[in-house]
């Protein structure tokens, strides 16, 4: 099987920054896209950046020029950079990733547990 696990989450004033860190770890043979989400409390998971194996990117309107993803494919890992945090940026923030194990020829979606990100005075 595969995991995520992710860390770094935590109580920042608006305008601080933190960095959000995931590791993939079990049967991987390659990942593809990996990407953080984020849930507020009454609202939908949306998609806040992902990033191919190449280290092509994409951003949310809401998170652009503040927040930067970045990965290591040699240690499987993804990180989230957060800079300028708004109120509205509170919430959960889940890794994902799309998985190639060994000895499967297709890939599987697989999620982190989540870690919640508070921003307030």
């Known amino acids: 099987q595969v995991q995520l696990a992710e860390s770094g989450g935590g109580l920042v004033q608006p305008g601080g920054s933190l960095r959000l860190s995931c590791a993939a770890s079990?049967?991987?043979?390659?990942?593809?896209?990996m990407a953080w989400y984020r849930q507020a409390p009454g609202k939908q998971r949306e998609l806040v950046a992902a990033?191919?194996?190449?280290?092509?990117?994409n951003y949310a309107d809401s998170v652009k020029g503040r927040f930067t993803i970045s990965r290591d494919n040699a240690k499987n890992t993804v990180s989230l950079q957060m800079n300028s945090l708004k109120p509205e940026d509170t919430a959960v923030y889940f890794c994902?990733?799309?998985?190639?194990?060994?000895?499967?020829?297709?890939?599987?979606?697989?999620w982190g547990q989540g870690t919640q990100v508070s921003v307030s005075s």
């Open positions: 994902n990733a799309d998985v190639r194990r060994w000895g499967f020829y297709s890939s599987s979606e697989y």
């Open positions: 990033i191919t194996s190449g280290g092509r990117t």
């Open positions: 079990g049967n991987i043979f390659s990942i593809n896209a």
